[in-house]
């Protein structure tokens, strides 16, 4: 772990131990009697000022980035060395040649350094903003090592973003709060995690605080059995068993969606036959997705997902307002 303060340390030292170094020099060696060299040396110090700075990065530097900052330090105390050796080059020679030859030196030099360290310059430059979704809901508690394979899956995503570049996770369940908001990759992430609702029993003891325990225990046990029709069918799909694909869709359709209607009319009065339609479309939608992920059709099931998730709000807010409107007292 870094220590907070010890990046704006090591850049303050490097910017003193740069002015020592450019005074001692100009002093014995006479630098300021040959400005293309002393110009060369200041240019040499900006890679590892620009990496220190970015990395302590109290604020960006609009237009200015290194593809390698771990690499400027080295490179420019390399270039500081190369240069030194051309203050050897003898006063005696024509001082057009001398400047020509330092002056080309330099830039050889230099453009080595640029080549290393990738210096990339030009208008602001545009940056990487990556948000991962990580699943909280008690699903996850069935995926052997969850919390090592996200982390890795973490590491992973950090490997190919500049230290410019911004991630953060947000965390999902029955509900979905920001569990890191995006900061820089070299940045170390928060360390709290987001409370969210991790399944349907969640949801049940809200609808249990409006209707009741005996409200609650039925939305459990249709909610639960309804998970493992799901859970029967996606893996049906895995193992490309149609028989059980065949008995979860019958599972789903006759038991569930029957059973789930009926029990949502009775407190909020809404219709059971268009209750009983809705969500079979919801059957049918998350069928969809899980149908696109077994073909291996990732933009099939991103679009499924979405048409899903727009389907849920046809459901969710009737459901809403007739709640409302059946406990009007719970929600002044």
């Given at each position: 772990?870094?220590?907070?303060?010890?990046?704006?340390?090591?850049?303050?030292?490097?910017?003193a131990?740069?002015?020592?170094?450019?005074?001692?020099?100009?002093?014995?060696?006479?630098?300021?009697?040959?400005?293309?060299?002393?110009?060369a040396?200041?240019?040499?110090?900006?890679?590892?000022?620009?990496?220190?700075?970015?990395?302590?990065?109290?604020?960006?530097?609009?237009?200015?980035?290194?593809?390698?900052?771990?690499?400027?330090v080295?490179?420019?105390?390399?270039?500081?060395?190369?240069?030194?050796?051309?203050?050897?080059?003898?006063?005696?020679?024509?001082?057009?040649?001398?400047?020509?030859?330092?002056?080309?030196s330099?830039?050889?030099?230099?453009?080595?350094?640029?080549?290393?360290?990738?210096?990339?310059?030009?208008?602001?430059?545009?940056?990487l903003?990556?948000?991962?979704?990580?699943?909280?809901?008690?699903?996850?508690?069935?995926?052997?090592?969850?919390?090592?394979?996200?982390?890795?899956?973490?590491?992973?995503?950090?490997?190919?973003?500049?230290?410019?570049?911004?991630?953060?996770?947000?965390?999902?369940?029955?509900?979905?709060?920001?569990?890191?908001?995006?900061?820089?990759?070299?940045r170390?992430?928060?360390?709290?995690?987001?409370?969210?609702?991790?399944?349907?029993?969640?949801?049940?003891?809200?609808?249990g605080?409006?209707?009741?325990?005996?409200?609650?225990?039925?939305?459990?046990?249709?909610?639960?059995?309804?998970?493992?029709?799901?859970?029967?069918?996606?893996?049906?799909?895995?193992?490309?068993?149609?028989?059980?694909?065949?008995?979860?869709?019958?599972?789903?359709?006759?038991?569930?969606?029957?059973?789930?209607?009926?029990?949502?009319?009775?407190p909020?009065?809404?219709?059971?036959?268009?209750?009983a339609?809705?969500?079979?479309?919801?059957?049918?939608?998350?069928k969809?997705?899980?149908?696109?992920?077994?073909?291996?059709?990732?933009?099939?099931?991103?679009?499924?997902?979405?048409?899903?998730?727009?389907?849920?709000?046809?459901?969710?807010?009737?459901?809403?307002?007739?709640?409302?409107?059946?406990?009007?007292?719970?929600?002044?």
């Open positions: 772990m870094t220590v907070a303060w010890l990046p704006a340390l090591v850049f303050m030292a490097f910017l131990s740069s002015l020592a170094y450019l005074v001692v020099r100009a002093r014995r060696r006479g630098l300021f009697a040959r400005p293309v060299l002393f110009a040396t200041v240019l040499a110090l900006v890679p590892g000022g620009l990496g220190l700075f970015s990395w302590w990065g109290p604020l960006d530097i609009p237009g200015v980035r290194l593809e390698r900052p771990w690499l400027a080295p490179v420019s105390l390399a270039l500081l060395s190369g240069i030194a050796r051309l203050e050897r080059l003898s006063m005696r020679q024509n001082r057009t040649r001398r400047v020509l030859s330092e002056l080309l330099a830039l050889a030099l230099l453009g080595l350094g640029v080549a290393v360290t990738g210096v990339e310059l030009g208008r602001p430059l545009d940056r903003s990556v948000l991962i979704a990580i699943d909280r809901s008690r699903s996850i508690d069935l995926v052997p090592n969850a919390e090592t394979r996200i982390a890795a899956e973490l590491r992973v995503a950090e490997l190919g973003m500049r230290d410019e570049d911004r991630i953060g996770t947000l965390a999902f369940g029955t509900t979905a709060a920001v569990e890191d908001p995006l900061r820089p990759k070299s170390l992430p928060a360390p709290q995690r987001a409370e969210v609702g991790r399944d349907g029993t969640d949801l049940g003891a809200a609808i605080g409006l209707f009741g325990q005996e409200a609650e225990d039925e939305w459990n046990r249709i909610w639960s059995a309804h998970n493992g029709f799901f859970v029967d069918y996606t893996t049906g799909v895995a193992t490309d068993d149609m028989a059980m694909q065949d008995q979860a869709v019958t599972d789903l359709t006759e038991t569930y969606v029957p059973e789930f209607s009926s029990f949502l009319s009775g909020t009065g809404l219709p059971e036959e268009a209750l339609e809705l969500i079979t479309e919801h059957v049918l939608t998350t969809a997705i899980v149908d696109a992920q077994g073909a291996g059709d990732a933009a099939a099931a991103a679009d499924a997902d979405r048409e899903a998730a727009m389907h849920m709000r046809m459901l969710g807010d009737p459901l809403a307002e007739a709640i409302v409107a059946a406990q009007p007292e719970s929600f002044e």
